[in-house]
């Protein structure tokens, strides 16, 4: 019997399994034991696993980052959640300069299975500093997987490989997804990192979201629907590796493909997915591929402006309309 | 002065001429009234006459190439003349020259006695342009062996013109084997995208079956690769669930582009199905006394004489008779002919064209016997010349010498009104109270009710029926 639980409880029931099964795998981070997680994700666990393998940090992202890379090489599995996204950049250095490389520049002497998560995107009038899509700046390093579910079911399935993977994983939960309900399997399951998935199917265009953007895509292809206009969705979960088939697979077959993402336009992950549409699908194609972003420029405090600079279903009907040359 | 030559209005429903076959070579010396090509109208093929002495310097297009009216084709001058900035200049009209869009045609090219119907200028964005202008000369092929060389216009680039067309559009196109010089583009700026090519492949041969194939293909010959671990059974179901079932092997049918002759003939008929108010009238006509009279004629004066010619001159007749109906429906007025021309459709090879019998009324039968015969066979040699089937007052279509005993014809504007003529077929008549073996041929009249009420169109239908019924009136 499926059951239905919260995004945020998907995760936390994914870290409690895995950590039961192995005791290398700690959870690391700001507030996530005592305070049960700023987003409640770790609820509970510091109970079950106690102090040694739930720890608190100080507000030191640079500092925990580093310990968990540290301990991966020496052998333990860690959890490393960052209150948000936002505050990664601090530890970039760290992820970028060691995270990515350390596995190639041993010559593999080192793996590196560490989770690096936290909650990504806008949420709610939390202006330019707080809103960022780090997806785009994550993929573009070679050496980091980038894991963006969608729904509690590939959170819990997602965020169990990515502990199980002897690579570092950069893994960014939406922030307002933290209190969807969706129906999860029953007992033990696992999704493979690298493979989308068909969230909706359809025949007349496909649009290509991940993370929050999977609403909006479907909330715009159920918009489309009632206008007659079939929609496929596909979700590729994971940025990095890239489902690039099933991608080229659906708009092979939809012969037109918009592209939702949350982040900013330029050098976005949508700018690398346009790019291998139009190559791979390049004589399937009837308009050139679409694309729908955050506005170009940091996210502004004010509530009206700050939906301006979002993605939401009106303009991603617009922008499906006139992929499909019905509006000018 | 070297000039520019341009694609001419041969027709007044001509929006698009394809250069058939050049005749004349660049560098080639032309005299006034020499033929330098050959080209296609909507209805035929014509000569494209030299009006000036002069020398070929620069065609423009290709054989084969479809253009608007007034884009450049050609330039002509003097031997040796500098013709760069004249090559810039027809290349910059080009592409400013925009192909109107069927839909967008005017419904009709006018009635008579208003000014000829011009081409609605060229929308300045070139939207539902058929051509336009590359930027720059278009680049040589590529080495490699090209896929298909009819369509693709890079194979046979009509010099600095290039097709807007989607890679898909392109694909189909070279599958589907339809020149896309040939197809009206519907998406931005007038490019060609899948619907467009669909259309044209289905309005060659109705299903396009080859172009489900196509449509097909992708998904049946792309299987999904995936690198990834197998799936968990949980999510399997969801992954492969989305998969269409297998279609069916595509049956044989046959693709044929749209001709000019048969785009016209869609636009032309659609609009006057669609914009014209029909009414239908049928009468049966005691046809005894006019198969006897044809007989007579054919063995007085040994000329021979179709049904089709007594119907003719019978319908010219009853329209002096009653004049009214000899008329057209425009905006501000209703124009009554002076003059009685009469349209006979003919059957030609991929459409039909309606040469026009003129003064009709005043001819003799046997003169329209003999007009109609010569007409007919150069309308199936496409050699009329478009004075020859426009700006006819009413039209006759016969369908008996098939078989057909009755059918309603659409009325070709701004014509008032078409007559349509069944077989003439023996059946049982009553005559003097006796049941006697009599000739009967049902005609039916469709009249343009803006014109032509439904007593009036009564009245030539009653006309007609009173000439045929009493042929001798045929003989004045």
């Known amino acids: 019997m499926p059951r239905t639980v919260a995004f945020r409880e998907a995760l936390n029931e994914a870290m409690a399994e895995e950590m039961e099964k192995d005791d290398r795998i700690f959870l690391m981070g700001e507030e996530v034991g005592y305070y049960d997680g700023a987003y409640k994700v770790s609820k509970g666990l510091l109970k079950k696993f106690g102090e040694k393998r739930v720890i608190d940090t100080p507000i030191a992202e640079g500092g925990f980052v580093g310990v968990g890379i540290g301990a991966a090489m020496v052998g333990l599995r860690p959890i490393i959640e960052l209150m948000t996204w936002n505050f990664s950049f601090v530890a970039a250095d760290q992820l970028i300069n060691n995270a990515a490389k350390i596995r190639q520049m041993s010559g593999g002497q080192f793996t590196l299975p560490v989770v690096f998560r936290g909650p990504g995107g806008s949420a709610h009038m939390l202006a330019a500093q707080h809103s960022q899509s780090t997806e785009a700046l994550w993929a573009h390093i070679p050496g980091l997987k980038v894991v963006m579910p969608a729904n509690p079911k590939d959170a819990k399935g997602l965020l169990k490989s990515a502990i199980r993977d002897d690579n570092p994983i950069i893994f960014i939960e939406g922030e307002v997804l933290y209190a969807d309900q969706g129906e999860i399997p029953d007992g033990e399951y696992t999704i493979p990192l690298g493979v989308a998935e068909v969230k909706r199917p359809g025949t007349d265009l496909t649009i290509i979201g991940w993370s929050k953007m999977v609403k909006i895509a479907l909330a715009t292809a159920e918009a489309l629907a009632a206008e007659g206009i079939e929609a496929e969705v596909v979700d590729p979960r994971t940025i990095r590796p890239l489902d690039e088939e099933l991608l080229v697979q659906s708009v092979s077959k939809t012969k037109r493909c918009l592209i939702l993402e949350e982040g900013w336009p330029f050098n976005g992950v949508g700018a690398e997915i346009a790019y291998r549409i139009g190559r791979r699908c390049f004589d399937d194609l009837d308009a050139p591929v679409e694309r729908l972003t955050g506005a170009d420029m940091p996210m502004p405090y004010n509530h009206h402006l700050e939906q301006q600079c979002i993605p939401d279903v009106p303009r991603a009907v617009a922008a499906a309309k006139k992929l499909l040359y019905l509006e000018e | ?476």
């Open chain 2, 1 to 476: 002065m070297a000039q520019i030559l341009d694609m001419p209005q041969l027709s007044d429903t001509m929006k698009i001429g394809v250069l058939q076959k050049w005749r004349k070579n660049e560098g080639d010396k032309v005299s006034p009234g020499e033929v330098m090509a050959e080209i296609e109208t909507d209805k035929a093929v014509m000569d494209f006459e030299a009006f000036d002495e002069g020398v070929l310097l620069k065609r423009l297009i290709a054989d084969g190439a479809s253009v608007p009216v007034g884009t450049p084709i050609a330039i002509i001058g003097k031997a040796g003349e500098d013709v760069a900035k004249l090559i810039e200049e027809a290349k910059a009209r080009a592409g400013a020259k925009a192909a109107p869009k069927p839909e967008a045609a005017k419904p009709a090219p006018a009635a008579k006695p208003a000014p000829a119907a011009k081409p609605a200028p060229a929308p300045a964005n070139g939207q539902a342009a058929t051509v336009a202008a590359a930027p720059k000369p278009a680049p040589k092929p590529a080495p490699m062996p090209m896929r298909a060389v009819a369509s693709s216009p890079a194979a046979t680039p009509p010099a600095g013109t290039k097709v807007l067309a989607s890679p898909l559009a392109r694909r189909l196109a070279t599958d589907l084997g339809i020149d896309l010089r040939n197809v009206q583009g519907t998406g931005p700026g007038g490019r060609i995208v899948e619907r467009d090519v669909k259309a044209a492949a289905e309005g060659g041969s109705g299903a396009a079956t080859d172009w489900h194939a196509a449509e097909e293909a992708p998904q049946t010959s792309a299987p999904r690769v995936s690198a990834a671990a197998p799936l968990p059974a949980q999510i399997v179901p969801e992954r492969r669930g989305e998969a269409r079932p297998a279609q069916a092997a595509p049956a044989e049918d046959i693709v044929r582009p749209l001709s000019m002759m048969r785009r016209t003939i869609a636009e032309r008929l659609l609009v006057a199905k669609t914009t014209v108010p029909h009414f239908y009238l049928t009468a049966d006509v005691d046809m005894g006394a006019a198969m006897d009279f044809r007989e007579q004629v054919a063995q007085v004066h040994g000329a021979k004489l179709s049904v089709n010619d007594l119907v003719l001159k019978a319908c010219a007749l009853a329209l002096r008779k009653v004049p009214e109906a000899n008329a057209s429906f425009t905006e501000d007025a209703i124009i009554q002919h002076a003059r009685v021309d009469i349209g006979m459709a003919v059957a030609i090879e991929d459409g039909l064209i309606t040469p026009v019998i003129r003064d009709a009324d005043k001819k003799t039968i046997g003169q329209v016997g003999t007009e109609s015969r010569e007409l007919a066979a150069r309308a199936r040699d496409r050699k009329l010349k478009p004075e020859e089937y426009t700006g006819a007052t009413f039209s006759v279509s016969n369908l008996g010498m098939m078989g057909i005993r009755h059918f309603a014809a659409i009325i070709n504007p701004p014509e008032g009104a078409i007559l349509a003529v069944g077989n003439v077929r023996k059946i049982p008549m009553v005559k003097d109270g006796k049941i006697v073996v009599g000739q009967q041929m049902s005609i039916t009249l469709s009249c343009d009710h803006r014109v032509i009420d439904g007593a009036l169109g009564a009245k030539l239908l009653q006309a007609i029926v009173a000439i045929l019924e009493q042929p001798i009136s045929l003989a004045f």
